[in-house]
């Protein structure tokens, strides 16, 4: 779905990552780990962005500035208008998980989780949360996941806040399913480590966000998928490494 979405507020995290409340259509968004694609002025490929939350009128999405587009994001003011492509990839499938799953978020594959989390906690499951960082100025949204009564793990791997070391470090001997979304080598340490089935979210680069282009696919058991019309959620068995 393409429209017109208006930024209602933009917050930093912290230096560099923003949080961007936008109102509009959420019609098209059905599952935690979709993603919507919006128009920069001046630039020609759409940026992809994970939804941290929504509802009815207004989504949520963070990001981290790094590269001159998202940086030309980080100008936008309340009151301004954004092309958005919205709805966009599957998510995660609920009804999969098991009551206690993990939900580990890397950097900036934490808020696809905070979504996922609600979902959870709406169908009667225990979710835990393993949320990874390099150093303690780059945590964010800790608070918000302890606010929904989710039990939280953070990780450094400085050591300066929580625990030190990588997610998997962190993964507690009972549970029963995992869902994850990070960098692909924090992905592929987590299988390495589950153990249990589990959902991976890819972050990928994108052309059009939609399958047209091919340009961020990737190999399974069942050929290359694309990413942004396929993914970006994919099963853990399903992945060749």
């Known amino acids: 779905m393409q429209g017109s979405y208006r930024v209602e507020t933009v917050r930093y995290l912290t230096a560099d990552v923003l949080e961007l409340r936008l109102s509009g259509d959420t019609s098209a968004i059905t599952a935690p780990g979709q993603f919507i694609n919006i128009k920069l002025n001046g ?23 790094v590269g001159r587009g998202t940086a030309a994001l980080a100008e936008a003011e309340p ?9 966009l990839g599957n ?26 989390a609600k979902a959870l906690l709406r169908t009667g499951k225990t979710p835990v949360a393993i949320l990874g960082f390099n150093k303690k100025e ?20 400085d050591g300066s806040y ?19 979304c990070g960098p692909l080598p924090m992905l592929k340490a987590v299988c390495g480590a589950a153990a249990s089935s589990g959902l991976l979210s890819f972050e990928e680069r994108m052309g059009c966000g939609f399958g047209a282009c091919m340009g961020c696919s990737c190999k ?22």
């Open 162 to 180: 929580g625990v030190r070391g990588f997610v998997t470090g962190a993964m507690p001997d009972s549970y029963d399913y995992f869902c994850a």
């Open 138 to 157: 780059e945590i964010f949204y800790e608070n918000e996941f302890r606010s929904l009564g989710v039990e939280t793990i953070i990780t450094t791997v």
């Open 91 to 116: 998510g995660f499938d609920v009804s999969k998980c098991g009551d206690r799953t993990l939900v580990i978020g890397g950097g900036a594959g934490v808020p696809p989780m905070y979504g996922l």
């Open 43 to 65: 630039f020609f490929l759409r940026r992809p962005i994970s939804v941290c939350d929504w509802n009815d009128g207004e989504i949520t999405v963070i990001y981290k500035v």
């Open 79 to 87: 009151g301004d208008e954004l092309d958005v492509l919205c709805g």
């Open 220 to 241: 399974t058991k069942y050929g290359n998928k694309r990413i942004c019309k396929d993914g970006p959620v994919l099963e853990k068995e399903e992945i060749i490494w």
